[in-house]
């Protein structure tokens, strides 16, 4: 991920499954543009872990944005847990 973003930080990751997948969150910027990257990571055949889909807030004058998004995420896992 590094190679595609002029810089970017990992915040964290939390295992996904039981095959080596990652979710891994990062803070990211591209030309300027700063951005929340929260991106799935999967093991391929050669046990390199690599990027797959995933969704890129943008930060500059939406942070509501990015708040309302984990807020959303929260709210439907507390309505699947019960």
Not at 24 to 39: F, H, L, Q, T, Y
Not at 48 to 65: C, E, F, M, V, Y
Request: glycine share 10%; proline share 2%; charged share 30%.
């Amino acid at each position: 991920m590094a190679d595609f973003w002029d810089k970017y930080e990992l915040i964290g990751e939390v295992a996904k499954g039981d095959k080596g997948d990652l979710i891994r969150i990062g803070v990211a910027s591209k030309n300027g543009n700063d951005c929340i990257d929260v991106r799935n990571f999967y093991m391929d055949k050669t046990d390199q872990i690599l990027p797959g889909k995933g969704i890129t807030l943008p930060i500059k004058g939406s942070i509501d944005l990015a708040i309302e998004v984990s807020d959303l995420i929260r709210k439907a896992a507390t309505r699947m847990a019960k």
